[in-house]
T-cell receptor, first 115, second 112 residues
């Protein structure tokens, strides 16, 4: 997980509360991603960013928003957490763009439980 | 919906045996990648194969790609207990949308 840090690593919250997960990279990569991982679904893309203030939706973006005010930080916000958002969230950076390949490096994950 | 579908969902073998995992996908791709995830950890990139390649090797890993069948396979030869993990295929679409889409994964258990 060198060069990419997620915080918090674990969080328990209650339904209806806002939650923000942070992804920090030291690699100065342009592309950053947020995925969620659930049993039976594998990894599903929530949002991604292709530069400062440039973001786009993934396949499961409802209920989530993101912000990227500087290259190194990509924030994922759950405005009003629901139990269906209990999951493990992974941030990733695209480490291979310069070679034309789109290889991802993942963070260690943030386990979120919504009660 | 998921782009990649893996088969089998779970695989249990003895150390020293070969393990084969398959991945099918739906749309045209630029490249296909395989990742490994150890329990409680993030995913780690293993190998990438481009759409114009048919086979690629990396150490004990062999990946094949059949674009006509929209399928790929990952072969791990002479498996070790340390290979116990979940393995995911991921596809990057030829439309260059900036999205790497993952399958549901195959859980491999290698018994010592």
């Amino acid at each position: 997980d060198a060069g990419i840090t997620q915080s918090p690593r674990h969080k328990v919250t209650e339904t209806g509360t806002p939650v923000t997960l942070r992804c920090h990279q030291t690699e100065n990569h342009r592309y950053m991603y947020w995925y969620r991982q659930d049993p039976g679904h594998g990894l599903r893309l929530i949002h991604y960013s292709y530069g400062v203030k440039d973001t786009d939706k993934g396949e499961v973006s409802d209920g989530y928003s993101v912000s990227r005010s500087k290259t190194e930080d990509f924030l994922l916000t759950l405005e009003s957490a629901t139990s269906s958002q209990t999951s493990v969230y992974f941030c990733a950076i695209e480490a291979g763009q310069s070679s034309g390949a789109n290889v991802l490096t993942f963070g260690a994950g943030s386990r979120l439980t919504v009660l | 919906s998921q782009q990649g579908e893996e088969d089998p969902q779970a695989l249990s073998i003895q150390e020293g045996e070969n393990a084969t995992m398959n991945c099918s996908y739906k749309t045209s791709i630029n490249n296909l990648q395989w990742y490994r995830q150890n329990s409680g950890r993030g995913l780690v990139h293993l190998i990438l194969i481009r759409s114009n390649e048919r086979e690629k090797h990396s150490g004990r890993l062999r990946v094949t790609l059949d674009t006509s069948k929209k399928s790929s396979s990952l072969l791990i030869t002479a498996s070790r207990a340390a290979d116990t993990a979940s393995y995911f295929c991921a596809t990057y679409g030829s439309s260059n949308t900036g999205k790497l889409i993952f399958g549901q994964g195959t859980t491999l258990q290698v018994k010592p």
